[in-house]
């Protein structure tokens, strides 16, 4: 009996990785066309143009042709505006885009408005795909922009994994009713007993698989030696954005050589701004304080690559509470990160993964607008000062769950790996 319930486990966990690497090997093969004569040994890497007519065009019709559009535009990629802006950007901006149009229009209208916007590399990288998300990002004509797609979205995989599989078992079934069911992933449950939710999963994925593809395969990335900003489409940057990065850059570079991330945000909007412009501080990453406004370097990039395993079986289903358990963990020395004290990022959504009603994007550009009128003194600082240095050290929290699935771990795993 013992023999018996070990050999069908085994079986069960034997079946989950050949569809995880099946499912990677099937859409891999769409990344290369033999007959395509527009491929990277065929352009000056990083400035192909998008032009009307392109073959990089989308086709948002079945699930199967959405995943061909998916993979083309992720290898072809094409740069818009590349005619316009030459030379190599002078900073790379990163936005992971879900689904919420109107935040989104109100992230690029302060981009918009950013000084020195144009010497900027614009990279959005979306897991929905729609028609009109796609047209507001045609729409900028500021800065050369890329757009780059996460290939495992659910919406490309409605009823099967990564999406829901319809013989997944129910979220709050016990593991016994499971087992007795024959449900997918029955010995699978998080460290609460919960089977996993396709969108809940979903974020950290794109998150990982997004850091991978930005520093290991977007072509206009090459020779690139600056930081890399993550952002996300419910954000609005200020105007003194790229002046503050530089000035933090140069701070870093005299008095914090040892910091090992910017972060330009902090969630206290624009409180008490005009004093607290030009201030910084030096303390341990933490995730409900610098997750906004990421500056990572290339080579921070390879210490967290180092914690792959990690960072892919940690039973948290959040990005950043993961990353913080990595740091002073897997990464022995915990991530001292420079943070604005006047936070030079506003987080503007009201809505996002747990709330999907009642959104009023336009109390946001009001708030918005009506916050930069006080603070507008205390743009552009001539230099920035220390206002105090925390300790560093690893913060350890209670895990989220949400993550014990032992397909995600598989799949996360092999986006350094497979892409």
């Not at 069960?12 to 033999?34: E, I, P, Y």
């Not at 740069?79 to 935040?103: I, M, S, W």
């Not at 757009?147 to 995989?157: A, K, N, R, V």
């Not at 690139?224 to 419910?234: A, R």
Request: hydrophobic share 35%.
């Amino acid at each position: 009996m013992r023999f018996r319930l070990l050999k069908k486990n085994l079986l069960a966990l034997l079946g989950v990785s050949f569809v995880v690497v099946t499912l990677l090997f099937s859409t891999r093969v769409l990344l290369v066309n033999d007959n395509d004569t527009t491929g990277p040994n065929n352009v000056e890497p990083g400035h192909r143009i998008m032009r009307p007519g392109d073959p990089g065009k989308f086709n948002f019709g079945s699930p199967s042709e959405l995943t061909q559009s998916v993979y083309s535009a992720n290898y072809k990629q094409c740069v818009h505006n590349a005619d316009k802006f030459t030379g190599e950007p002078r900073l790379v901006l990163v936005v992971q885009v879900h689904n919420r149009p109107e935040y989104l229009r109100l992230f690029i209208k302060s981009l918009e408005k950013a000084a020195e916007v144009h010497s900027f590399l614009l990279i959005f990288s979306h897991d929905f795909f729609s028609e009109e998300i796609n047209a507001i990002v045609h729409g900028i004509t500021f800065c050369k922009v890329l757009q780059i797609y996460f290939p495992f979205s659910t919406q490309l995989y409605p009823s099967e994994f990564p999406g829901k599989d319809p013989k997944d078992c129910p979220r709050d079934i016990s593991k016994d009713n499971a087992r007795k069911t024959g449900c997918l992933n029955a010995e699978h449950p998080d460290s609460y007993g919960h089977y996993r939710e396709a969108f809940i999963t979903q974020t950290k994925h794109h998150w990982w698989w997004k850091l991978h593809f930005v520093w290991e395969r977007v072509q206009a990335m090459q020779g690139y030696s600056g930081f890399v900003i993550f952002l996300e489409e419910d954000n609005y940057i200020l105007p003194d954005f790229f002046h503050y990065y530089k000035s933090m850059v140069e701070f870093r570079k005299k008095s914090c050589p040892d910091c090992d991330m910017l972060a330009l945000g902090n969630h206290n909007g624009l409180t008490d701004f005009n004093r607290l412009s030009n201030k910084v501080l030096t303390t341990g990453w933490m995730s409900t304080k610098h997750n906004i406004g990421m500056a990572i370097s290339r080579d921070v990039y390879y210490k967290l690559m180092g914690c792959n395993e990690e960072f892919c079986t940690y039973d948290d289903y959040n990005w950043d509470w993961t990353l913080q358990h990595l740091s002073g963990t897997c990464i022995s020395k915990p991530i001292k990160v420079l943070v604005a004290q006047g936070s030079r990022v506003l987080h503007t959504g009201d809505c996002g993964l747990h709330q999907k009603e009642n959104c009023r994007p336009e109390w946001a550009t009001q708030k918005v607008e009506e916050s930069l009128k006080t603070a507008k003194d205390g743009l552009f600082p001539q230099s920035l000062t220390l206002q105090g240095a925390e300790a560093v050290e690893h913060k350890a929290h209670m895990k989220n769950g949400g993550w014990g699935d032992v397909r995600d771990h598989i799949l996360c795993n092999n986006y350094a790996k497979r892409l």
